[in-house]
């Protein structure tokens, strides 16, 4: 059974950094590529960033590229989401999730962490 689990949120005042962490267990992790998705009650579910099995490629949504950053460590089962230069409207709970999009049905999610921005 695949198990995801997210740590790391928390309150960060407008122009901070968090560093989220997700570690996952009950499938082959170096054979999955991953993502960070984002929910908020106004805009429901946003994907956020993806990686490759190998960590060689990452994808982002516009709205925070050149902010977040994703890596992996397959030794560990691990993937991290570095939360930079952090704005009012990255306000949401935020999940990982398996597959490179993370908001396909046959997608797994964990139960996420909350990152609130506000001064």
């Known amino acids: 059974e695949v198990h995801l689990v997210e740590s790391g949120g928390g309150l960060v005042q407008p122009g901070g950094s968090l560093r989220l962490s997700c570690a996952a267990s009950?499938?082959?992790?170096?054979?999955?590529?991953m993502s960070w998705v984002r929910q908020t009650p106004e805009k429901g579910l946003e994907w956020v960033a993806g990686?490759?099995?190998?960590?060689?490629?990452?994808y982002y949504a516009d709205s925070v590229k050149g902010r977040f950053t994703i890596s992996r460590d397959n030794a560990k089962s691990t993937v991290d989401l570095q939360l930079d230069s952090l704005k009012t409207e990255d306000t949401a709970m935020y999940y990982c999730?398996?597959?490179?999009?993370?908001?396909?049905?046959?997608?797994?999610r964990g139960q996420g962490t909350q990152v609130t921005v506000s001064s």
């Open positions: 990686i490759s099995t190998q960590g060689g490629k990452t």
């Open positions: 009950g499938f082959t992790f170096r054979d999955s590529s």
């Open positions: 999730a398996t597959g490179i999009n993370g908001m396909e049905p046959h997608n797994s």
